[in-house]
Structure formats: C-alpha cells, structure tokens
C-alpha cells in the first residue's frame, strides 16, 4: 500500500472530491483503466462533462466500489436544461444581451447552451447504459421536432459567440434527423406520426418553428442551399393545410385521422407561424424562387392580424374570439413580425403605416398589461395540446406567469420595436 500526503506552504491539505457526489463521501474518483496512455493535459481529464473514448471501448469516472459509477443528474428546472420553451427564452436573451451591450446577459446565455452541448456524447452513452438519459433527455430521445429543432437554433444562434467546439457535431446530429428521420407526409411537409397518442397523424403550425428557424440558421453555417429550401417549401406546405381564407390566418392543426383542420386560430400557433416567416425571409437571397410567393403569404398573414388586433392593443388566445382572454406570447410574435416587415420593407405600401401602429399599440399594451414594475411576464399560454372546440382553448389553456414560452419572445418584441422606433427616426 502507498499514502500521500499533500502539503503546501508547509501544512497538510485533506483531499475532496471535485465534484459532489452522493453515496460517496471519499476522496478520489477513478478512469480506466486503459489499454494505453492517455495523451492529454491534467485539464482536459478532469472533466464529469466529456465520455472518454479509446479505441471501441468508452469510459466514465468511477468510485472505488465494484461496478460503481458517477453518474450526472440535472434537478435544475431553467438552468443548463434543455427543452423547447427554453430555446426561444435563451435566443431571446442572446438577443437582448447583444442589443442592450450587457455582457453578464450574453454570458448567461452562453453558458446556459455550452452547459448543454459539451455534455451530449456523454448523455448518449448515458442513455445507452442506463436506458434512460439523466441528462439533455428530450435531446437525446430526439423522435420528434419539438425535442430539437428550437433549442438547437438558440444553439446555432450563440455560436459565434460561444465558438463552442462541441457544436458542430451536436447540430449535424439535428440536421440529419431532420433530414431523414423526422416523419413528412409524401409531399415533404413535417408531420406527427406519434402512434397510440393524441396528437396521431397531425400537421402542426408550431412545428414551422420548431424546424425553420434551425434550418436557416443551419443553411448559414453549411451554406448549403438545401436547408433554407426545405425551410422556405415547409411554409408553402404548411398554408395548403392551415390557411383559413377568409380570415387570412393559420389554423392551430391538421388532424389526418379526420381529414380536416381544426378551424381554431390560436393565438400562439399562429405566432410561430409568422415569427419563423420573418426569420425566413430576412436571410432569403432576393433571388429565391419561393421569394415572391412567400412574401405575398407574409402579407396575408399581415393583414389578417391587424385585422385581429383586440382594441386594447393586445390580440386574444383565439384570434377571432373576442371573450378569449388577451395573450402575451402571441401579440410579442405579431409585434416582433410587423416591425420586421416595415423596417426590411417586406410589407405592402398600402399596409405600412397601419403596421407601425399595430406594433406601437401592441408594444404599448405589453408594458402595460403583459409585464410588471418586477420584470414578471404575465397572460402567457401554458404549453398546449390541440381541440377542435374553441373552449379547450379559452378555458383548458389558462395563463401562466413568467412562463418560459413567453419570456424570450417579449424579449424580442421589445428589441424590434426599439430597432423600429430607430429607423423611423433615421426615414424621417
């Protein structure tokens, strides 16, 4: 046997474990062992976030006990988890922390994302030893759009922040279940399979979001035009089986199993929907062939809102329903895609300066009834399902505060306004 004894200016240092870990009060963790040296820095080793590999075989930091294992949970219900909400409440942060020049608000953000990515490798693993992840689960199971697609654009967005080495590989993950593994009906659109479950056989206007904003921001890293193809031909597919004419808006679903869409524009689905237009758009090269096309349907959708907008300022959880109560998420995304429209000139001459109003109006209505002297974030939807009854809707799908579907997009809607605001001034 051998001891160590540890000693700096002269005094003996008692050993503790870098990290805590339950079940263990000792002092050392073990690696290996390996079939031959690792040749890497002290500093890269002692890390409980990578998977160490060498040759076919893959090893994870141990105890002294047999067949004992260190293995990371995540019990934090915001920080360094990853989910959809959260994806849009961290690019609207990333976002802000830029606008505003607030390092410790980038900084945040970052970190928060990085904390996310640098851990994947080993969350697979994790998953494949123990059969379920304890950490990034949604990542991991990836078999839906939701699990990936809004995360990973607030993942793509922070790179040239973050310059993350861990990126790369994570998205291309993303992009090739998109690619090939994502369900599409046969005309190529995104759908939900989700067998023996509610949601079977359905076609979702959330799901523009949870896809096209990953994509475009994947076209941008690759530059391969295949992705910002797919993003701008999913809009086309998506107004075909959503789009109610007579009120130029979006329907929340389609549901196959009936053959029919629900008929219910709501509030925030409809958000999505043109939120992720105006992501769209701003990247599209002018010469694109769906250009033409998808700015008429930016338009539509433009004057179906407006036509929408509650007289508060603020637009209703179902659009066309008066009595549904006023929401915060939905009226951040029309704010935030109307100024886009007037300041990159996307919107119709004749529609311009109603556009200015709506988004002075709705942004005045947010200060006011939608965010508190605190900073809370109030009349945000919870997360939903779909019905094809309005109440479900009005009455099932209660407001919450401070809930993180809304917090990002607020964010936003405050951000474009004030770039609005700017460039009205600098026109005029």
């Known amino acids: 046997e051998y001891g160590f004894d540890f000693i700096i200016d002269g005094e003996n240092v008692a050993l503790s474990i870098p990290r805590g870990v339950k079940g ?53 219900a915001l920080f360094a988890k990853w989910n959809y909400p959260l994806g849009v409440t961290l690019y609207g942060l990333l976002q802000t922390g830029r606008f505003l020049q607030k390092q410790g608000i980038l900084d945040y953000a970052v970190n928060h994302i990085t904390e996310c990515t640098r851990i994947y ?71 939900r399979i989700c067998l023996n479950s509610f949601q079977e056989n359905t076609l979702w206007a959330d799901d523009l979001y949870m896809s096209t904003p990953f994509l475009i921001r994947y076209y941008r890293l690759t530059g391969e035009a295949k992705y910002l193809d797919d993003a701008a031909r999913q809009f086309n597919r998506f107004k075909k089986y959503l789009f109610i004419p007579e009120f130029k808006i979006m329907s929340h679903v389609y549901d196959f199993k009936h053959n029919k869409p629900t008929n219910v524009p709501w509030g925030r689905g409809n958000g999505w929907v043109f939120f992720s237009l105006s992501e769209l758009l701003e990247v599209m090269p002018e010469t694109h062939v769906e250009r033409e096309e998808l700015l008429k349907f930016y338009n539509e959708l433009a004057e179906g809102y407006m036509a929408l907008q509650g007289t508060s300022g603020l637009w209703h959880q179902v659009l066309t329903h008066p009595d549904s109560y006023e929401e915060t998420s939905c009226t951040s995304m029309f704010v935030y895609g109307l100024s886009r429209g007037v300041r990159h000139g996307w919107i119709r001459e004749d529609m311009k300066s109603k556009a200015v109003k709506a988004v002075s109006r709705g942004w005045e209505a947010l200060t006011k009834y939608g965010i508190d002297r605190f900073g809370n974030v109030h009349g945000v939807c919870r997360g939903s399902g779909y019905s094809f009854t309005p109440e479900y809707y009005k009455v099932e799908l209660n407001a919450l505060t401070n809930d993180t579907h809304g917090i990002g997009i607020v964010l936003l809607a405050g951000i474009e306004t004030g770039k609005l605001l700017k460039w009205l001034k600098q026109k005029n």
């Open 24 to 76: 263990s009060r000792e002092p050392w963790l073990y690696l290996g062992p390996f079939d031959k040296q690792l040749e890497e820095s002290a500093d890269s080793i002692c890390s409980l976030y990578r998977l160490f590999e060498q040759g076919d075989s893959q090893y994870f930091w141990r105890v002294d006990r047999p067949d004992t294992w260190v293995r990371p949970y995540l019990d934090n």
């Open 121 to 191: 490798k080993y969350a697979k693993w994790d998953a494949e030893q123990y059969g379920y992840p304890s950490v990034n689960n949604q990542l991991v199971e990836m078999d839906m759009l939701d699990d990936c697609g809004s995360f990973g654009s607030a993942v793509l967005e922070a790179y040239s922040d973050s310059q993350d080495p861990h990126t790369p590989y994570l998205v291309e993950q993303i992009a090739n279940h998109m690619e090939y593994k994502q369900e599409r009906l046969e005309d190529g659109a995104f759908f």
